[in-house]
């Protein structure tokens, strides 16, 4: 049996693919932690309501259960391209220090961090450099490297970094490589989408005549054949935001992915439950999630690196 601790773990997503990795009768989730209330609720909906606990902020490292890996992914805002690239300056930035006494105090055999590949690069590098020294400094022997769920059999370009350290200084720990499994758009596609996700005439007119004077950003879209292998990354924005993965609609204007088809889009199973909470909870979760068959490769690599038993 491996015991995890699950920290900001948003609806589950990193917890499922080792779930899915080592057996889910293998896992022992000792410790969950998050603050949003909505990603609580399809959380529990999917694992039970058992330690969960709520801003890690307000938790003492003593207080957390012993266990074998702790996952993180923690907040990303502060090092996207697309915030403010505040870094250790911004209070989600500093979400790494509430990972760092953990690891601290309760020294898990192994770890398992994620985030956007832009914090690799932000102030020239430093903040990165800092984060990888100091986890070295706690007794860690530390890999990273930035994968892709399009190289995972998941047809969505969506490149995150992976943090994986280990205490065994002895093991030599390998990211996966890719499955060339080969996908396209039309594997996480629903059949008789109703009219209701199609862009309003005046949405799709807006968007339309943004695009003829030259507008960027936002406004850009995309509309992707069925045919074609990948989308571009999905984003918690997306409902307020689709325009940049569009697909036809034999009877209406473009429209934007269902609910279900984001989820698909990330790799969760259709038996994962997403409906607890209101519609735009919904995709702001599925789209600050991960891209779980990514995860499930890395876990089934740190399994088979520190895990032979299990």
Request: charge should be neutral; include cysteine; hydrophobic fraction near 35%.
């Amino acid at each position: 049996m491996i015991k995890i601790a699950d920290l900001y773990a948003g609806i589950g997503g990193i917890r499922l693919g080792f779930e899915q990795a080592f057996e889910k009768e293998n896992v022992d989730c000792v410790f969950t932690s998050e603050i949003d209330k909505h990603a609580v609720t399809t959380y529990s909906a999917n694992f039970g309501n058992e330690n969960i606990f709520g801003d890690i902020r307000g938790i003492s490292e003593t207080e957390i259960p012993d266990h074998d890996v702790l996952l993180a992914g923690f907040p990303c805002q502060s090092f996207s391209v697309a915030g403010l690239r505040k870094g250790f300056n911004d209070e989600r930035g500093q979400a790494f220090f509430e990972i760092e006494r953990i690891l601290k105090e309760k020294k898990p055999k192994v770890f398992l961090l994620e985030n956007v590949p832009n914090l690799k690069g932000i102030n020239n590098g430093e903040i990165f450099q800092l984060i990888l020294e100091r986890l070295k400094q706690l007794g860690y022997k530390v890999n990273y490297e930035i994968l892709s769920g399009k190289d995972f059999g998941i047809p969505q370009n969506r490149r995150r970094l992976y943090i994986v350290g280990h205490l065994d200084q002895s093991k030599n720990f390998e990211f996966p490589k890719p499955l060339g499994i080969e996908t396209h758009i039309s594997d996480i596609v629903e059949e008789n989408v109703g009219e209701s996700y199609c862009l309003s005439d005046h949405r799709w007119t807006h968007i339309q005549e943004r695009m003829k004077f030259g507008s960027t950003g936002w406004c850009s879209y995309k509309i992707f054949d069925e045919a074609e292998p990948y989308t571009v990354t999905l984003v918690a924005r997306y409902l307020s935001h689709p325009e940049k993965i569009l697909l036809n609609h034999p009877t209406g204007n473009p429209r934007r992915l269902t609910e279900r088809e984001c989820a698909r889009l990330q790799g969760f199973p259709d038996y994962f439950v997403i409906n607890k909470v209101p519609k735009t909870q919904i995709y702001k979760q599925l789209g600050n999630s991960v891209c779980v068959p990514v995860i499930k490769a890395i876990a089934e690599q740190i399994k088979k690196t520190f895990f032979e038993a299990i």
